[in-house]
């Protein structure tokens, strides 16, 4: 809220029963329309709940809300908190629209021992290869950082990093938005604080080459961020960092390798399953509803559609190398 949205109501929504707290969600309030606290840098939204019937009791009190809309994203499929909306949408006579935003690629650590046994016989030897050559070019160095120590210096190196790829061209990095680098440094400070933070750094005679800013906790080992120097792009460094974050998840017990983001070629040379991301919007049956209804269904779309246009013209000078 502080990066991205300081002029709306952050709020939450609190489900209590026999003593205890069973459900909450957060919610923003912009004039008449309710959303979730969320965009194209959040990976997942969700109600906080005990139980599916938690869930469902509290998605059906959002939708008695006085609002002309309610956007939600993204969602998890299989997640339980879309079923709820949407069950509470049609007994609320809202007319929902729904869309596949990102298809999030993801790897399950279960049974997994060590990291460079989840990848084909071809993409290992490659691997392997290309840390021999970096090591014969100089003196390499992985090293995974929680942050305890000169965390803003050790991310600025990072964002640097990130920035020397094709999202610097395109005003895509981080350090490119002055609200982008704002909501980064929190993350990462947020992280840090409570010991969740893994900052996987690829050195080359002490320079960064390439990084993950992850988190890891007990549900999983969520790649945030990720960067390299094109100049090393024939290396693969994003992969060797990316193997050292996979080595501290399974060290730590974590279930999931979650990628995040959409399923781009380089993430899915990593697994073949993915986590379906869906952004759900309703609109009360009165009139005011039915502009924005109308709005959701053809005109949000069509923007959308020529901002992603836009976008692909800079992202086909991607180069290879994650």
């Known amino acids: 809220m502080r990066a991205f949205t300081p002029e709306g109501r952050l709020g939450a929504i609190a489900l209590q029963g026999g003593g205890r707290l069973r459900a909450i969600v957060p919610l923003v309030r912009h004039g008449v329309a309710t959303s979730s606290p969320t965009n194209e840098h959040t990976p997942r939204f969700r109600i906080l709940g005990e139980d599916p019937a938690a869930v469902s009791e509290l998605a059906a009190i959002v939708l008695r809300l006085r609002q002309r809309r309610l956007s939600l994203a993204p969602l998890d499929v299989e997640e339980g908190t879309l079923d709820a909306f949407r069950a509470a949408a049609g007994a609320a006579g809202y007319r929902a629209v729904e869309r596949v935003e990102l298809r999030s690629p993801y790897v399950s650590l279960d049974g997994i021992e060590e990291p460079d046994a989840m990848l084909e016989r071809k993409m290992r030897k490659e691997l392997r290869r290309c840390r021999r050559r970096l090591e014969e070019s100089g003196s390499l160095e992985i090293a995974v950082d929680p942050g305890r120590d000169d965390l803003d210096a050790l991310l600025a190196e990072a964002f640097a990093v990130e920035g020397l790829q094709w999202k610097g061209e395109g005003g895509t990095a981080i350090t490119s938005s002055p609200q982008t680098h704002a909501f980064y440094l929190d993350v990462a400070r947020w992280a840090a604080s409570r010991g969740t933070l893994r900052l996987v750094n690829l050195r080359l005679d002490g320079r960064m080459i390439a990084f993950e800013l992850d988190i890891l906790d007990p549900s999983g080992l969520y790649s945030l961020k990720a960067g390299f120097d094109p100049e090393q792009a024939r290396f693969s460094p994003g992969h060797l960092v990316a193997l050292a974050a996979i ?52 005109v949000r779309p069509a923007r959308r559609r020529i901002a992603r246009r836009s976008a692909s013209l800079v992202s086909f000078r991607r180069p290879a190398g994650r």
């Open 247 to 298: 080595a501290e998840g399974l060290a730590a017990g974590a279930p999931t390798y979650e990628l995040l983001g959409d399923a781009e070629p380089y993430k899915m040379r990593w697994t073949e399953t993915t986590r379906e991301m869906r952004s759900f919007e309703a609109s009360p049956g009165t009139a005011a509803g039915t502009v924005e209804h109308l709005r959701a269904k053809y």
